[in-house]
């Protein structure tokens, strides 16, 4: 027999998954009678692995071949802990750590507890959300705009549809700088559309005036590319994303700024004097120069984009602290809050500093921070990070659900690994964060999802421009994405559909996940399952708020429920090659499905289902 203990189960733990400080929380261990313990340790380390405090669990109830050992104790400060068994018998003692599959290595084994600021509350509109992130020169354009101040060189594509550049410079360089024109009159004018889907937040990749066409080489923090238009342009869109009920978010490029810039300015293009230029620029001290002019530290060595010191004063003033620093200057166009880049580059310190300004400004303000991992206990650089224990950020971009999605649909998982990925996401993650988790499928920095399901091609980039998917491998793609788009949709989190994904774009990475919007040449059928699911989730609580529980997940089953406020739904996915036959009831959406009885439901091969009980 086991000694048994499910952190997950509120048998043995209650409450589920986070605390906050002085809350009560209460450990249940079940231990055979034929071990004779006397009583149970639960020994409390705080990450940096100082024993904070020792809980002895007591002999509470027998429960058939187990004695049930109980215990509580408090936290007074947040922070990230790690906690373990020992247990006491009258000949011996023997420390119980965690095993199984959900097993965290780099915690030592142990089972993992956070305490956050019981202040910490992200934005309830952020909860639940639906997020369209829009590539701004690539969605949609309208009109002209004055490209007087545009960073030159630069090419302007007369055509919609042409491929984008690609090739290198004789030199080897990849300059990213050609357009389509798509602007911020273009989006605006497309509101209709974005709201269509279901959407609530519209996230835009950097707008800031810059070199490239991606736009993270900033270039002048507080003025918009002229190819996207003028200030007055940009607040008009986001007055009509308002009046649609959508908020706004930008992205927020922090770590490093663009060789072209106003502040490093190594071309000179820019009026003053920039760091480049001279060693008394009022810039100097943002950057790290090994050996001035030429040898400075850089973004993952890329000379184009020359590393900040982020602690630097003068950038702190002029990013965050300063009456109309950057933080301060978009927040007054109307927009509801940032998305950050390489926010695990970004010290605790800095976080905090730009989190407390936003909510000073508004506290309404949402703060989305870009992180691949599990954020709840990612080491960066050396530093476990603490963006939820210190309130740093709202939320994260959740890539691990991305990959148990695709692993479970590409049929490399059988549905286990993803239940155990979405369970510890939704134990070790505050709950306020679990539900504005931005859940995508695909972004600017991974291939196409259509692509992602069915192709792991890498090869250069000029196959990469000729390989397209062969209709045999569209029509797999394009019907697991059905049901990857079924659980992205379904699963905690704020689902996050990129530009095109719901036109079925097919792509591989950066520039060919970053093509035009096909505008008259959607998959109609394909678009209309987006927007039934953003319906979906408008309608229902449960879907934006529940708590989830799974009944199945294993030989490419997978089954939860999501409930909120007496309200409960069902939801299944079946990728296996057989039938599943389930309990019926009123079917809010389906695929692949034949109704037997009144009371029995059959799931077809590669099926899905919502059932409202």
Known sequence: MRILFDSKQPQYKTPFGTLVPEQTCTLNIHV??????????????????????????EPAMKKGAYDIFRGSFSIAN???????????????????????????????????????????NPPKWAQ??????????????????DLTG???????????????????????EVLNNDFFGGNFRGIAEKMDYIASLGTTILYLNPISKSFSSHRYDTGDYKTPDPMLGTMEDFKAMVKTAHDHGIKVILDGVYSHTGSDSLYFNKKGTFPGTGAYQSQSSPYSSWFTFYHWPNSYHSWWNFDTLPTVNKMDPEFIKYIITGEDSVIAHWLATGIDGFRLDVADELPDEFLKLLYDRVKEINPEAYVLGEVWEDASNKTAYGVRRKYFTNAELDSVMNYPFRTAIINFIRGWDSGHALKETVMSIVENYPPQVVACNMNLLGTHDTPRILTALVDDFDGSREE??????????????????????FLQYTLPGSPSLYYGDE??????????????????????????HFKRLGKLRKDHEALRLGDIRFFQAGDKHIGFTRSYNGKTLRIYCNRSADTWEINSGKILLGYNLQIVSPDWLTVGPRGFVIIED
């Open 32 to 57: 055979p009678s034929s071990v004779r313990a006397s009583r149970v340790l639960c020994i409390l380390n705080h990450e940096y692995g100082a024993t904070s405090q020792e809980v002895t669990l």
């Open 78 to 120: 947040p922070g990230l802990y790690f906690y373990y068994f020992r247990v006491i018998t009258p000949d011996n003692s023997f420390r119980l750590f965690k095993v199984g599959d959900d097993t965290n290595m780099e915690a030592g084994d142990m089972w993992q507890l956070s305490c956050v600021p019981a202040d910490f």
């Open 128 to 145: 639940g959300a639906t997020i369209y992130q829009i590539f701004p020169d690539r969605f949609y354009k309208s009109g002209k705009c």
């Open 150 to 172: 545009k960073l030159q060189p630069y090419t302007v594509h007369p055509n919609w549809y042409e491929e984008v550049d690609w090739r290198p410079t004789p030199s080897g």
């Open 464 to 485: 990469k421009a000729r390989r397209r998917l062969s209709r045999n491998q569209f029509d797999v793609a394009r019907e697991r994405l059905f049901a990857a788009a």
């Open 503 to 528: 036109a079925c774009m097919e792509g591989y990475k950066d520039p060919f996940n970053r093509r035009t919007y096909p505008w008259g040449r959607e998959d109609m059928e394909f678009m209309d």
